[in-house]
C-alpha cells in the first residue's frame, strides 16, 4: 500500500521556512536588533499596567450576561434604594463591616465575660478616629441599624444571663443571622447556649468616600492589633489594639479580667483587596521560574565539548521566550485589553512552553552538517523544525482562543494574553532565537570556546575540555549524538513492547480510567469567594466561622411580580399567587413553619380587621398607599400613577451549607418561577437575591465547559486528520484527548479543585497539549518503515521519547513555582497544567505506542530494500522524518513535520 503523504502543507511551507532561515543566517544582527527593538517598544504598554487592572470580582468571576444581572436590573428599576435601610431588602450585599466573635475554646459565648468583651469591642468600632459610625451608618427611622443580640440586653452583659431568649424569633427580631452554634431548651424555643455572636454595621451607600476610610480605619483597627497570651489566655487581636490607638485604654489582663473571647472579621471590601493582593504576591516568584527554566535549558543542551555546547544558545531561547511576553503583554495592554488578575500565571506557561521550540530548533541544528555554511545549516534548520512549531503553535493558541467562547472575563483576559503571547514567542523564536542561533554557529564555525571565544584546538572524539573541542562525526559530518537519544531505541522500546508488559499496561490503564470516572462524579462545580483570598488571611477564617456557625439559615430571596396587568384584587388571581408561595414553600430549602413575608397577606388582613372589601379594584387602590407607609411595606411595592407595576415578597430559607446546596436552590427556585407561569392564572414572577450573582456560575459552568471541549475536540480533529491521513489512526487521536481529559477532570476533582472559572479553561488548555503527544506518537507509528506493529512502536517511541521528555520537564519547570503561591487560582494552575502534561507525557510515552501494537492494520508499508535507503541529501526532505538509516538513528525531533510541543 501507498503511504499517505501531507506533502501539500508540508512542502510549500518548508520550502518558505528554508529562505527564511537563509536569510536569518546571512544577517543574524539585523533580526536580533529588530526584534529587541520591537520588544522594548511594545513593552512601553506596560506603563498602562495599573489602569487596565481588572479586578473587580463580580465582572470578572461571574457569567457576562448571567441571569441573575439581568433580574437585579429589574428590581433596581422597580425598587430603588430607599432612605430607611433594611438588610433583607437589598440589592446588593450593602457597605459593611462584621465581627464573629466566639469562645477561645468553643465554649458557650451567652455569658457575662463574653459579653463585656463584646461589648467594649462595638463600643471601639463605633468609636474610631476620623468619621464616627454615628456619622455614616444605615438608618432606619433616623436611627442607625443596630445589631439586635445587643439591643435585647440593652448592652447590658449582666442581662444576658437573665434574658429568656427565643430563636429565632424575639420581639419580631429574626435572631438567626447574629447568634449561631445555638442549643435550646428541650421542646422549647429559648436558647439555653450558643459558640458564636455575629454583629453587623451597615454604612450609608452613598457616602462612598467617607465609607471607604472607615473601613480602611476598620481593617486597621483590626488587623494591627497583636495577639498575646496572658495568664495562659490568648488576648484576641480585636481587643489588643496597637499604640496607634492611643485614645482607647488597652484591653489587657493585667488592668481588667482577661478576655474570653476570639475575633473574625470582614469587610464588603475584604475579597476585592485580597485579590488585588493576591496577584502581585506571584511577582517574586517568576525570577524564581525564569532562573529555573534558564537552568534546566542549559543543563538539556549542555556538552562537554567546549565549543558545541550550547549554554548561550539555551539561554538566550529562554530570554526570547521573556521577550515574547513583553512585546505581547505590552501590545495588548496599549490596545486597552483588561489585565485580569488570572493573566498574572500566563508568564510561567509561556516560558515554559516557549523554550520547546528552541529544544527543537537546537536538536535539529545538530542533525546538520558541520562543515556547511552558518546560513546553509540555519536553512536546513529552518526547513526541518519551522512546519514542526508551526503547527503545534497552531495547536495551542487555537486551544487559547477557543477560551474566548467562555463567560467569564476573567477566562477570556487569560486566553487572549497567552494565545498572543504564544503567536509571540513563535515569532521571536523564528527571528531573535534563530539569529543567536546563527551568530552561536559562526563561533562553532571558528572553533571558539563558549565562554571565552577564544580559539581552542579542535578535538578529536567527543567531548573534550576546557582547552580542546569542536569534535563531530567524521562519517556523517554531524555532531555526535547525546546518549539519552539513543535509550528509547535500544532499552525502552523493546521492554514496552514486551508481551507482558502490554498486558500490565493495559491493566494500569484500566485503574487509570477507572478512577478517573469516580473523581468525574465527586467533582464540586462553582468558585468559593473565600479561595480569592491568600491563605492564612482574615477573609478565609470568617468565611470558615459563618460556614460553621451560621449556615442554618440562608438567604431571604426576593420574589418579584413584575407583570403590570396581574390583578392583586382579583379572589382567583390571589388564589394562583397562594399556590405559588405554596409552591416555594414547599421545597426543601425554604423554612418551614415562618410563612413568606408578603405585604399582600399583610394587606389582606388589613382589610378583614378594617372590615374593607378589598376584592374590589378601587378599594383596593385607595387603601393601599395609607397601608403601606404605615406598615413598612412601602418598598415592596411599586405603586405610582393608580398602577401596581412591581411587587415583590420574600421567601426564608435554610441549610444553604456547601456550593452543591446553592446550586440546587437557584435551580429550584428559578424552576419553581417557572411553574407559577404556567398556573391557570399565570403569575409572571422573578427570583433574586445579591448572592445569585456568583450562583450563576453553577448555570453555566458545565453547559460552558462541555460546550469549549466539544469544539476545540472538533478542531483539534480536523488538524489531527490533516497531519494523520488515516481515518482509524485519527480516531485513535480523538480517543486519546478523551482519555486525557477525563483523567485530568477525575483527578483534579479528587486533587480538591472545583469546577470553576479557573479550571475550566485549562480543560481546554489540556486539549491542545494533548494532541500535541497523541497526534505525533500516531504519525509516527503511521509513517514508520518497520515490518512489525512492535518495531513501529519502538521506531516512533526513539523519534520522539526525548522530545516528549523534554517539553514536559520545560513545561512543568514553568509552572511548578506556583505550587509555593498562597492563593488558591495559582495553585489550582499548577495542579491542573501538572495534571494535563503528567497525563499527556504518559500516554504519548506508555498508553498510545502500546495501544497502537494491537492495531496493526493502522498502516502499512512495503518493505524497503538496504539498497533503497535515502541518501544523504534526501535527509533534507520530507522523508527524512520517516526512513531510518540502519547505521544511523532518526533525529528525535525533527523526524517529521510536526513537533512534540507542550
Known amino acids: 500500500m501507498a503511504k499517505c503523504k501531507t506533502d501539500c502543507i508540508e512542502r510549500p511551507l518548508s520550502l518558505a521556512f528554508e529562505k527564511l532561515g537563509g536569510v536569518v543566517g546571512r544577517y543574524p544582527c539585523v533580526f536580533l536588533l529588530s526584534a529587541i527593538c520591537v520588544a522594548a517598544s511594545l513593552g512601553g504598554g506596560f506603563i498602562f499596567l495599573q489602569e ?77 478616629k476620623g468619621n464616627t459610625f454615628e456619622n455614616l451608618c444605615a438608618k432606619t427611622k433616623g436611627r442607625c441599624m443596630s445589631n439586635a443580640v445587643l439591643d435585647i440586653i440593652n448592652y447590658n452583659a449582666t442581662e444576658i444571663i437573665s434574658s429568656n431568649i427565643k430563636y429565632p424569633m424575639k420581639n419580631g427580631m429574626f435572631l438567626g443571622t447574629t447568634i449561631g452554634g445555638v442549643e435550646l431548651k428541650p421542646n422549647s424555643s429559648e436558647l439555653t447556649s450558643a459558640k458564636a455572636v455575629r454583629l453587623f454595621y451597615f454604612l450609608d451607600e452613598k457616602k462612598t468616600e467617607e465609607n471607604s476610610d472607615w473601613l480602611d480605619g476598620f481593617l486597621k483597627l483590626l488587623s494591627n492589633a497583636t495577639e498575646q497570651k496572658t495568664n495562659r489566655h490568648m488576648i484576641p487581636a480585636a481587643l489588643h489594639l496597637s ?50 527554566a534558564i537552568t534546566i535549558s542549559i543543563m538539556s543542551c549542555s556538552r562537554l565539548d567546549s565549543v558545541r555546547t550550547k549554554v548561550w544558545v539555551a539561554t538566550f531561547g ?50 546538520t552538517e558541520v562543515n556547511k555554511a552558518v546560513e546553509v545549516r540555519l536553512a536546513e534548520t529552518y526547513k526541518e523544525a519551522g512546519v514542526s512549531i508551526t503547527i503545534t503553535t497552531l495547536t495551542d493558541v487555537l486551544a487559547f482562543y477557543i477560551g474566548l467562547m467562555t463567560p467569564f472575563r476573567s477566562v477570556q483576559s487569560f486566553c487572549m494574553y497567552t494565545s498572543t503571547a504564544l503567536l509571540f514567542c513563535y515569532i521571536f523564536n523564528i527571528t531573535f532565537f534563530g539569529a543567536c542561533l546563527a551568530l552561536n554557529g559562526r563561533r562553532e564555525k571558528g572553533n571558539r570556546h563558549w565562554l571565552t571565544c577564544m580559539k581552542v ?107 403590570e396587568e396581574f390583578q392583586y384584587w382579583n379572589p382567583t388571581a390571589r388564589k394562583s399567587l397562594d399556590l405559588c408561595l405554596e409552591n416555594f414553600q414547599n421545597l426543601t430549602m425554604a423554612r418551614s413553619g415562618i410563612p413568606p413575608v408578603s405585604w399582600l397577606s399583610a394587606y389582606m388582613q388589613f382589610g378583614q380587621r378594617a372590615g374593607v372589601n378589598l376584592d374590589d379594584e378601587m378599594r383596593f387602590k385607595s387603601y393601599l398607599t395609607a397601608f403601606l407607609n404605615q406598615s413598612g411595606f412601602s418598598r415592596d411595592v411599586n405603586f405610582t400613577n393608580s398602577q401596581i407595576h412591581a411587587s415583590r415578597m420574600f421567601i426564608p430559607t435554610v441549610n444553604i451549607r456547601t456550593a452543591i446546596d446553592e446550586k440546587n436552590m437557584l435551580n429550584a427556585f428559578r424552576d419553581t418561577a417557572e411553574k407559577c407561569g404556567k398556573l391557570q392564572t399565570p403569575v409572571d414572577l422573578i427570583v433574586y437575591h445579591a448572592a445569585f450573582i456568583y450562583f450563576d456560575q453553577y448555570a453555566v459552568i458545565i453547559s460552558n465547559t462541555i460546550q469549549n471541549l466539544v469544539v476545540a ?15 482509524l489512526c485519527s480516531l485513535w487521536v480523538t480517543i486519546s484527548i478523551a482519555s486525557v481529559i477525563v483523567g ?70 514553568g509552572v511548578v513555582v506556583l505550587s509555593a503561591a498562597k492563593s488558591y487560582i495559582f495553585r489550582t494552575f499548577f495542579k491542573i497544567m501538572f495534571l494535563v502534561i503528567l497525563f499527556g507525557a504518559v500516554h504519548g510515552l506508555v498508553f498510545i505506542p502500546v495501544f497502537l501494537t494491537f492495531l496493526s492494520t493502522c498502516s502499512s508499508s512495503q518493505e524497503k530494500n538496504k539498497t533503497n535507503l535515502p541518501t544523504q541529501n534526501d535527509m533534507t526532505a520530507f522523508t527524512h522524518h520517516t526512513l531510518v538509516s540502519q547505521n544511523e538513528s532518526a533525529d528525535p525531533d525533527c523526524y517529521f513535520s510536526e513537533k512534540i510541543h507542550l
Not at 765 to 773: E, M, R, T
Open 52 to 128: 487596565r487592572k481588572a479586578n473587580d470580582i463580580e465582572d470578572q468571576f461571574t457569567p457576562v450576561n448571567g441571569p441573575a444581572k439581568l433580574e437585579r436590573a429589574i428590581v433596581v428599576e422597580n425598587f430603588p434604594q430607599s432612605e430607611e435601610f433594611s438588610q433583607f431588602r437589598l440589592v446588593s450585599e450593602g457597605t459593611y463591616a462584621s465581627l464573629i466573635i466566639t469562645g477561645l475554646h468553643g465554649e458557650n459565648i451567652l455569658t457575662e465575660a463574653a459579653f463585656n468583651d463584646i461589648i467594649e469591642l462595638d463600643r471601639r468600632v463605633k468609636s474610631m
Open 243 to 292: 499604640n496607634s490607638e492611643t485614645t482607647h485604654k488597652p484591653f489587657s489582663c493585667q488592668t481588667t479580667p482577661c478576655p474570653v473571647v476570639h475575633v473574625s472579621y470582614f469587610t464588603s471590601v475584604s475579597r476585592q483587596k485580597e485579590l488585588e493582593t493576591n496577584s502581585d504576591s506571584i511577582i517574586p516568584l517568576f525570577s524564581v521560574t525564569y532562573n529555573l
Open 318 to 367: 529562554v530570554v526570547s521566550a521573556g521577550l515574547a511576553v513583553l512585546a505581547s503583554f505590552g501590545l495588548l495592554l496599549f490596545c486597552g485589553m483588561p489585565f485580569a488578575m488570572t493573566v498574572a500565571s500566563a508568564p510561567f506557561l509561556i516560558l515554559g512552553i516557549g523554550v520547546d521550540d528552541m529544544f527543537i530548533m537546537i536538536s535539529c541544528w545538530q542533525k
Open 457 to 563: 584546538p579542535e578535538a578529536t572524539g567527543d567531548g573534550g575540555g576546557c582547552c580542546v573541542g569542536g569534535a563531530y562525526d567524521k562519517i556523517t559530518q554531524k555532531e555526535f549524538e547525546m546518549p539519552v537519544d539513543s535509550f528509547f531505541k535500544k532499552y525502552y522500546g523493546p521492554f514496552l513492547t514486551r508481551a507482558w508488559v502490554k498486558t500490565l499496561v493495559c491493566v494500569i490503564y484500566a485503574g487509570y480510567l477507572a478512577v478517573s470516572v469516580y473523581g468525574c462524579f465527586q467533582m464540586q462545580e462553582g468558585l468559593d469567594l473565600k479561595h480569592l483570598a491568600a491563605d492564612g488571611s482574615y477573609v478565609g477564617s470568617y468565611y470558615d466561622k459563618e460556614d460553621e456557625f451560621f449556615s442554618s439559615y440562608g438567604p431571604n430571596v426576593m420574589l418579584v411580580i413584575k407583570d
Open 713 to 727: 475536540t472538533c478542531a483539534m480533529l480536523v488538524i489531527s486528520l490533516l497531519l494523520i491521513p488515516n481515518p
Open 744 to 813: 485530568v477532570a477525575g483527578f483534579m476533582a479528587l486533587w480538591d479543585v472545583s469546577l470553576d472559572s479557573v479550571s475550566m479553561i485549562n480543560l481546554v488548555i489540556c486539549i491542545g497539549f494533548s494532541v500535541d503527544f497523541s497526534a505525533h506518537i500516531c504519525y509516527a507509528f503511521v509513517s514508520s518503515e518497520k515490518s512489525s506493529a512492535n518495531e513501529k512502536a519502538t521506531d516512533a517511541l526513539t523519534k520522539l521519547g526525548y522530545p516528549i521528555i523534554q517539553g514536559a520537564v520545560s513545561t512543568i519547570a
